[in-house]
């Protein structure tokens, strides 16, 4: 449930900012993997975004395996929808801020906070850099 890669913006989401991402998040997880050590699938919704040919080709370059949710169906990765519910409620409303711009600037304190302090009932009360610290130590 960690926060491992994250983009913001005012505009439309593109393939290349995807991509990125996708980099952004293989290196911080794996190091200087040139892919994922093992199968990893990637689930998205259906945004032209994900779904493009070259962010579908690239994601498989690195050894993802893109999967997609079912058309109009927010329900079907509902760890994500969770994800933005809490992200909202617990970060992005109780600060009244008055525009997106005033957000964008407190997301990357945000997503630290939410990795590295924030409670979460199916880690068993643990932040998601406790509870993965916590696993990593046991194997």
């Given amino acids: ?23 952004e998040s293989l290196e911080k997880r794996f190091g200087n993997a040139l892919m994922v050590p093992h199968a990893v699938e990637w689930l998205t919704d259906n945004g032209s975004c994900y779904i493009a040919d070259a962010t579908r080709t690239f ?9 997609t949710t079912p058309v109009r169906s927010p329900e079907s990765n509902g760890m994500a929808e969770s994800f933005v519910k809490t992200f909202k409620r ?18 990357a304190e945000w ?29």
Avoid at 3 to 21: F, N, P, Y
Wanted: hydrophobic share 40%.
């Fill in 1 to 23: 449930r960690e926060v491992i890669g994250w983009s913001a913006t005012t505009g439309g989401i593109s393939s290349v900012m995807v991509q990125d991402l996708l980099t």
């Fill in 90 to 107: 617990d970060y992005v409303y109780v600060n009244d801020l008055p525009d997106a711009v005033s957000v964008m600037e407190k997301m």
């Fill in 111 to 139: 997503m630290e906070d939410y990795n590295n302090l924030h409670p979460h009932k199916g880690l068993n009360m643990k932040s998601p850099r406790e509870y993965r610290d916590a696993m990593l130590a046991v194997n």
């Fill in 59 to 67: 994601a498989s370059s690195l050894g993802f395996i893109a999967c």
